[in-house]
């Protein structure tokens, strides 16, 4: 079988000996390393130019190939019985000395054998885990909402203990700084303290810049490096963006050249990317943004959040539209006068006015979360309950919308009126310092859209949204025509209030026979309030449900970008003319519902105001 100095046996097919997943390849004079999944999927090719040492070793009926390498330090060893001929051991690891320039001797009685591959005990490998990192670890988005999110999700048993949780700053914080930060935000109770050390052993921080691509590929190599310490095959990689606009570009572009698995790898799992609003100002400024993630990124791993589309009442719209069969045909433009989607706020922009003052409360709230409550009331019925399906009714909604025009809006701007219990009500808008003396921007806005459908036509929807007002309070209300013929006097029209917050709830108002000896009509509610009918169900945050929706692919919830594309087109006319000062914001008192105009605006519309009873 020839001269082991000069090896002459050939061998018509590979063999792959195993061991924790590194392979010994070995071919007619060429031999390689390389790793496997336990699939047997080629992970990589380990460099032969890396091993320090290697041995082999004939003894005792073995045949016994150590490598040694020199980056970890760390041993390989391949152990093979040499009792039978099921499979030939090449001799061509003699030829390796040469080129690797390694001075370790042959060890043992060398001589030309048959070998069968002994497989020894293998450290089992995990499937690949699951790594979410917070870009923005150390601002306050990240602390008081994002890890105590993560904090009720492992709490609830939706994080596996092996899941990494990572966070990436421009600031100097141990991960023990990390920890201590986000602790007061998070719910322990008690009992739960073994729990929140397992929590903080997951959590880890790494610092580096958001300009320079060589942070992001050294924060690759350590969740690589993390990874595998977990012994995991791979990675699952979140990245949730709670980063400032300034910074977005520069960011994204790194985390696709550097930290962005690739489907060419193998194994390489998926990568998912949470961006948070603003996408953009207008449409030139969204088309800009998308045309920037759309070149790094494929639609499917961006997940545009919208973090009113997790609210309960929210997830219940299209269930209570298309499970039940009354609604059906309710929802018409011959049965529906109005609706009326209002948002409440009842504290103002004090300390925080400089920011908001950049936005307004169009591009704030209305633009996004009340506008996707409108596709959800007013969407045909999806073909089934997938995203795509779901997205794209809203989608077809939006582009039977008209552009807004200034006649079809009402703004205001808040003024100091001082309200009991509130320190803040004898400040107005432009009372805070940070807030421009000439300030035009709008703390409140009633618009009309006219949906041009067969379904919706002549049907007016009014969103009206806005600071400092009466109370806090965010409901969709759907007027119904009045009864024909009446023959009661003093009915008034049907009305169905999905309540989003506070206190989630359903209710109907209807006419109904005044209890006692007359036969009047008397109006009542229909009520189903959570609180009442499902006291012993919890409720996940909204944010807790979309991130885990994220995690499980789940993109129903999220915001895809022909949305915003069409909700831009709706609304950017108008910001052009308020950005040019074109319109001056009425004034309305802190504490008040608003400025009284919009009460007009909506009874032209219809809509029909009744005394409470």
């Given at each position: 079988m020839g001269d082991c100095n000069n090896p002459t046996f050939e061998v018509k097919k590979k063999s792959l000996f195993t061991i924790r997943r590194r392979v010994l390849v070995i071919f007619k004079k060429e031999f390689k390393i390389m790793e496997l999944s336990p699939r047997n999927r080629v992970i990589r090719e380990l460099p032969i130019s890396n091993l320090k040492g290697l041995s082999v070793i004939h003894r005792d009926s073995q045949f016994i190939v150590r490598l040694l390498w020199r980056s970890s330090g760390r041993m390989n060893q391949f152990n093979f019985k040499t009792e039978n001929d099921q499979l030939k051991f090449v001799r061509g690891v003699v030829p390796l000395y040469k080129k690797l320039k390694i001075s370790a001797p042959l060890q043992g009685n060398w001589k030309p054998i048959i070998a069968e591959p002994k497989v020894p005990a293998v450290v089992p490998w995990k499937k690949r885990i699951l790594v979410i990192t917070v870009l923005g670890a150390s601002g306050d988005l990240a602390k008081k909402k994002i890890y105590p999110v993560l904090w009720k999700l492992f709490r609830n048993g939706h994080l596996d203990d092996d899941t990494l949780l990572i966070g990436?700053?421009?600031?100097?914080?141990?991960?023990?700084?990390?920890?201590?930060?986000?602790?007061?935000?998070?719910?322990?109770?008690?009992?739960?303290?073994?729990?929140?050390?397992?929590?903080?052993?997951?959590?880890?921080?790494?610092?580096?810049?958001?300009?320079?691509?060589?942070?992001?590929?050294?924060?690759?190599?350590?969740?690589?490096?993390?990874?595998?310490?977990?012994?995991?095959?791979?990675?699952?990689?979140?990245?949730?963006?709670?980063?400032?606009?300034?910074?977005?570009?520069?960011?994204?572009?790194?985390?696709?050249?550097?930290?962005?698995?690739?489907?060419?790898?193998?194994?390489?799992?998926?990568?998912?990317?949470?961006?948070?609003?603003?996408?953009?100002?207008?449409s030139e400024s969204f088309a800009k943004l998308d045309s920037h993630l759309s070149a790094l990124l494929c639609e499917d791993q961006i997940y545009r959040i919208d973090h009113y589309l997790g609210k309960e009442m929210v997830q219940n719209i299209l269930p209570l539209r298309f499970a039940n069969s009354i609604f059906a045909p309710l929802f018409h433009e011959k049965h529906v006068q109005c609706v009326i989607i209002n948002f409440k706020e009842d504290i103002g922009t004090w300390g925080r006015g400089g920011y908001f003052d950049s936005y307004g409360i169009i591009r704030d709230v209305m633009q996004n979360h009340l506008l996707q409550l409108l596709t959800l009331i007013a969407m045909e019925k999806p073909i089934t309950q997938s995203a795509e399906s779901i997205r794209n009714e809203k989608v077809r909604l939006l582009k039977c919308i008209d552009t807004l025009k200034l006649e079809d809006v009402i703004l205001g701007q808040y003024v100091g009126a001082k309200v009991e219990g509130i320190e803040e009500s004898d400040k107005g808008y432009r009372d805070d310092p940070t807030v421009p003396d000439d300030s035009r921007t709008p703390t409140y806005a009633c618009a009309v859209f006219r949906v041009r459908t067969e379904r919706w036509d002549n049907v007016p929807f009014i969103i009206k949204c806005g600071k400092a007002l009466n109370e806090r309070k965010c409901e969709i209300r759907v007027q119904f025509k009045e009864q024909a013929a009446d023959i009661f006097s003093e009915t008034q029209r049907n009305e169905l209030v999905m309540r989003v917050q506070p206190q989630e709830a359903v209710y109907m108002k209807m006419m109904v026979k005044e209890p006692g000896m007359s036969f009047n009509a008397h109006v009542t509610d229909l009520d189903l309030t959570y609180a009442h009918k499902f006291k012993t169900s919890s409720k996940p945050d909204a944010y807790e449900r979309l991130v885990r929706d994220c995690i499980e692919g789940s993109a129903n919830n999220f915001v895809r970008r022909d949305e915003l594309r069409e909700a831009w087109r709706i609304f950017t006319p108008l910001l052009h003319a308020i950005d040019n000062g074109e319109i001056d914001p009425i004034p309305y008192d802190f504490g008040s519902r608003g400025p009284k105009e919009t009460d007009e605006l909506a009874t032209k519309c219809g809509y029909k105001y009744y005394k409470r009873q």
């Open positions: 990436y700053a421009r600031s100097k914080l141990t991960q023990q700084a990390l920890v201590e930060r986000i602790q007061p935000y998070l719910e322990i109770e008690e009992g739960e303290e073994k729990k929140f050390e397992q929590f903080a052993s997951m959590c880890d921080y790494f610092s580096g810049t958001y300009d320079d691509g060589r942070s992001f590929k050294g924060f690759n190599d350590y969740i690589n490096q993390r990874v595998a310490e977990k012994r995991a095959t791979g990675s699952n990689r979140l990245f949730y963006l709670a980063l400032p606009p300034s910074v977005f570009e520069d960011v994204t572009t790194h985390l696709s050249k550097h930290c962005v698995t690739k489907a060419s790898q193998p194994d390489s799992g998926w990568t998912r990317v949470i961006v948070e609003k603003p996408f953009g100002n207008d």
